[in-house]
């Protein structure tokens, strides 16, 4: 004997049952609901007196978890003596994802369920779908705005691996042996601005917050690259914001590379040299206390430069610079075949005709 019931279940009629008489009749308590297909069958069974259902984890929740999904039940039997009746899924829903090119999938967050029950069956289900076809790595991306959802994600396994303002990611790795996929970004990446006018003068500014080592001391404007921001870009930027002199970017002059610097995250500081390009200063009230033009040799006499060897080092390549005895890193614009995408390279001109180190 073969039937089936098509229609929508509720939690309710499903939570409190885990074992249901022979003879118990279906209550007509159906509606239809879209994404589940559930089969369940029974056969004949001497020892056997009751209908099983799964668990209410497992089945008795689904009206609760997947109210307004579509579901389809199965039952396929032969006699009626001594019957047992397994309720179990024959088809599910699949979260809609996009291949990435390493074998593994990207959750499209644009399409996620919107009860958080729903989200955790589904998942669940998902991942054995995904393992079976192969897949490695999976990417989900939670909005902000679907916070909720994160904890059943870790709950099924899924661990952090970055956060932003909108979003987090989270990341789930189902092959035997360690993750082979990349890590959060390791570093953050800081600029100076090196900015000199004709009278050999420097532009500095002398920040509101600062540690008390730092009292009275004057610096060169720096900040940190925005997102998808080049460097030099990023550095007229910083200069701009924090002092209104607009500049021309000339070198990288050189770089800095510490580790464990804040959250555990290395650090990239890249010193520029730029040409002025006006000469009026407005400050930024919000992170700046003064700023001004300073002879450079008042500027190389300050205390903190002259008992720094870091610092000490930085202003003694800048000033070979200027006298025209070193050459930086100056950004060439290109585009490699790998990827088809331009990018900016940083290297010291090696062409004579385009020789920069004669000029600043």
Aim: glycine fraction near 8%.
């Amino acid at each position: 004997m073969e039937m089936r019931l098509l229609g929508r279940m509720y939690s309710n009629r499903f939570s409190g049952f885990r074992h249901i008489p022979i003879g118990a009749k279906f209550s007509p308590q159906f509606c239809s609901c879209r994404g589940i297909l559930l089969k369940a069958s029974y056969s004949s069974h001497p020892s056997s007196s009751k209908i099983n259902f799964p668990s209410s984890n497992a089945i008795g929740s689904v009206g609760d978890k997947l109210a307004g999904e579509t579901c389809s039940f199965q039952i396929i039997g032969t006699n009626g003596t001594g019957t047992r009746l397994n309720l179990f899924p024959r088809e599910i829903t699949v979260l809609d994802t996009f291949d990435d090119e390493y074998g593994g999938v990207i959750v499209d967050p644009e399409r996620l369920p919107a009860n958080p029950n729903a989200f955790g069956y589904i998942l669940h289900s998902s991942l054995s779908h995904w393992s079976m076809e192969g897949k490695k790595g999976i990417w989900l991306k939670l909005p902000v705005e679907r916070a909720e959802l994160v904890p059943v994600a870790i709950k099924e396994g899924f661990e952090y691996h970055h956060a932003e303002r909108g979003y987090v990611m989270l990341t789930y790795w189902i092959p035997e042996g360690p993750c082979m996929l990349p890590a959060n970004a390791s570093h953050q990446v800081g600029i100076g601005g090196f900015v000199i006018n004709e009278n050999n003068e420097v532009l500095v500014v002398q920040e509101k917050h600062y540690a008390p080592a730092c009292a009275g001391f004057w610096k060169i404007p720096t900040g940190f690259i925005l997102e998808s921001e080049e460097i030099f870009t990023g550095a007229v930027r910083e200069v701009k914001e924090e002092t209104g002199i607009d500049t021309e970017f000339v070198e990288v002059i050189a770089f800095r590379h510490a580790h464990n610097v804040a959250f555990e995250k290395s650090d990239l500081f890249f010193i520029c040299m730029l040409r002025p390009l006006s000469t009026e200063i407005t400050v930024d009230d919000l992170e700046i206390e003064a700023a001004k033009w300073m002879p450079l040799d008042e500027f190389v006499e300050q205390p903190l430069i002259q008992e720094d060897s870091m610092f000490k080092k930085i202003i003694s390549i800048c000033i070979a610079r200027l006298g025209k005895r070193y050459c930086g890193l100056s950004s060439h614009q290109v585009v490699s075949k790998f990827d088809g995408r331009l990018s900016s390279l940083y290297y010291n001109v090696v062409d004579a005709q385009d020789f920069n180190c004669s000029s600043c």
